[in-house]
Structure formats: C-alpha cells, structure tokens
C-alpha cells in the first residue's frame, strides 16, 4: 500500500480587497477499505471568522468556511496523507446474475438506485443511447466487465483530453460529437451511456497520482480529477476512469460522490465587489508518493513465513 501525498493550492486574485460569503469545500478524501486517510490540514487566508465540517446526503465531508474581512487574495491550502491500495487486475466478484450484461438490479436495491439511472441530459435523437448500444452485440449476451472496460477505454482511446477552466460540465452531446472534453466531460459522458444501458452511475471528483507526470501513462494531473462509479450487484460501486483507460482505483484518490457533478464541486463560493475585481483562480495539485519507512510486522516465533506471491504480467 503506497503512501501519498496530496498538495492542493486554490488562489483566488482581486483589483482590490473584496468581501467573501461562505465557501464550501471538499477536499478531505472518504475512508475506505481502499485508502486510510493518515493525516490532513487546511490552511485558509486571510483567517476564516468560522470553519465548521459537516458531511452532506452522500456522505461526503464538507468544510464549510465564513470570512468578515477583506481581503485581495484568497488562498486554501489544502495537504492530505493517505494510505492507498491500488487495484492492479481487479476482478470483480459479480453476482451470477449480473456476470453478464443485460441484468437487472434486485427490488431492494432499486428504491436506492433509480435516482442514479435516470437520464440527466437530454438525447432527442438517441445518439448517447447509441453509442453505448455500440458496445453490446447484436445478439447474445456479453460479460459486463468487458462491457465497461470497452467503453472505458474506447473514450480513452478515441477521445482527445483538454483541460479547461471554464465551470460546468459540457453537454456530453458536444462531447460525443467533438470527441473531445475533459475530465469530468468524459466522466458524464460514460455516465450518461452506462444509464442509457439501464446501469446506475455516480460522478466522483477527486486527484490523480501520476508517477513523474508521465503523459504517457495518465493524462489530466496538476488539477483535481473526476471519473466515475457503476454499481454491480457482488462488487457495490466500481470505478472507472475514462480519462485514462482507468478500470479499478488504481491511482485515483476518491474525495466526493454524488449522482450529480454539480453536487460534488471541490470548492465554491462567492464575493461582494464588481466584476472586473475578479483576477482569476489559480489551481495547483502535487501528488507524489512518500517512503514508507513505518516498520514491517514480524511473525511470531516459530510461525511459517508465506513465500512472496509475484503475480503474472
């Protein structure tokens, strides 16, 4: 399991001191099975007047920040430690029913479910309903990891990144017309395929962990990242990253969920002053992964040590 690090620096710049109302931030990644958050700190100037956490419907956890002084720069320093276990190979053990798609969800699922099947964007003339039909035979059924790695790598493989700073989510018509988004553009174009097919989606943002910045390998660091989840009944929420071809966690630091990306902003806000005081926001995030110097657990005396295990490549 690596340690990583996570340094997240938004500025905001202005003419001249403004005013700021409350913003909310989510920057505190989720604990889980698959990563152990050791350590995280928050630095705000100028100096919050409050700062109180609270976790909203999706469990996600919330700073929620209050200022009554002005200020012509706003900064959050965001520095989070954690303990991640990547998934190399997952395997996902599916119930004998949803091993192969089409498959239905259980009567005690749905109920929590159908919000996150539903359509979010319209598609008058079905061409997100097609593109995700191009990915199931014509006859026949076909295994439903195969069919979300495919689509997950198609977009990958066919799709051209461009980060950009505008806010908002493109409609992922534009998306699938152009073939070309960002992030958080191909997270809810594969979103809106997956419900196309019957399939419950939910966006998540987040940081990649790009060794050396390696373009090669990943595409999308420096900022935060957003890909997606899809339930599968015997594995529960697994993700998937389109950026980058991504199937499993690996090298994907979850923060926030939500059903949809506009529920799951990392930080927002506002100020009180004109619109030619605003100079711009500046985004910075440095993952890197620290040495693990914790000592190793010893086995008691007179106990067999396991033989290393090197796994197939």
């Known amino acids: 399991?690596?340690?990583?690090?996570?340094?997240?620096?938004?500025?905001?710049?202005?003419?001249?001191?403004?005013?700021?109302?409350?913003?909310?931030?989510?920057?505190?990644?989720?604990?889980?099975?698959?990563?152990?958050?050791?350590?995280?700190?928050?630095?705000?100037?100028?100096?919050?007047?409050?700062?109180?956490?609270?976790?909203?419907v999706f469990g996600n956890c919330v700073?929620?920040?209050?200022?009554?002084?002005?200020?012509?720069?706003?900064?959050?320093?965001?520095?989070?430690?954690l303990d991640h276990a990547p998934e190399h190979a997952p395997?996902?053990?599916?119930?004998?029913?949803?091993?192969?798609?089409?498959?239905?969800?259980g009567a005690e699922d749905m109920p929590d479910l159908n919000r996150s099947?539903?359509?979010?964007?319209?598609?008058?003339?079905?061409?997100?309903?097609?593109?995700?039909?191009?990915?199931?035979?014509?006859?026949?059924?076909?295994?439903?990891q195969e069919l979300l790695a495919d689509m997950t790598r198609s977009?990958?493989?066919?799709?051209?990144?461009?980060?950009?700073?505008?806010?908002?989510?493109?409609?992922?018509?534009?998306?699938?017309?152009?073939?070309?988004?960002?992030?958080?553009?191909?997270?809810?174009?594969m979103m809106e395929g997956v419900r196309a097919l019957g399939m419950a989606a939910r966006f998540v943002s987040g940081y990649l962990y790009n060794p050396r910045n390696d373009r090669d390998r990943h595409v999308g660091g420096g900022s935060t990242h957003a890909w997606l989840q899809v339930y599968l009944p015997g594995a529960g929420w697994v993700e998937f990253d389109p950026t980058n071809?991504?199937?499993?966690?690996?090298?994907?630091?979850?923060?926030?969920?939500?059903?949809?990306?506009?529920?799951a902003v990392p930080l927002h806000g506002s100020y009180f002053g004109l619109a030619s005081d605003d100079l711009g926001m500046r985004v910075d995030v440095e993952v890197i992964e620290l040495p693990d110097d914790r000592p190793k657990p010893t086995p008691p005396e007179g106990a067999i040590a396991e033989p290393a295990v090197t796994a197939a490549r």
């Open 245 to 263: 071809g991504i199937v499993g966690n690996r090298d994907l630091i979850r923060v926030a969920v939500a059903r949809d990306p506009r529920q």
């Open 1 to 56: 399991m690596p340690i990583l690090s996570v340094r997240h620096v938004t500025t905001y710049r202005y003419r001249r001191p403004v005013a700021f109302g409350e913003h909310r931030l989510m920057f505190r990644p989720r604990d889980s099975y698959d990563q152990r958050l050791i350590e995280a700190t928050l630095e705000i100037e100028p100096e919050p007047a409050s700062l109180r956490w609270m976790f909203d």
């Open 91 to 105: 395997v996902f053990p599916l119930a004998p029913h949803a091993t192969h798609y089409p498959f239905g969800y």
């Open 155 to 189: 977009v990958r493989r066919n799709f051209t990144y461009t980060a950009r700073s505008e806010k908002g989510v493109q409609d992922p018509l534009h998306t699938l017309r152009t073939k070309c988004g960002s992030c958080r553009d191909f997270a809810v174009l």
């Open 117 to 144: 099947i539903e359509r979010q964007w319209p598609d008058p003339r079905h061409e997100v309903d097609a593109w995700a039909r191009s990915f199931v035979p014509a006859t026949g059924r076909i295994p439903t």
């Open 63 to 81: 700073a929620v920040v209050a200022f009554d002084r002005r200020a012509e720069t706003l900064r959050f320093v965001c520095g989070i430690t």
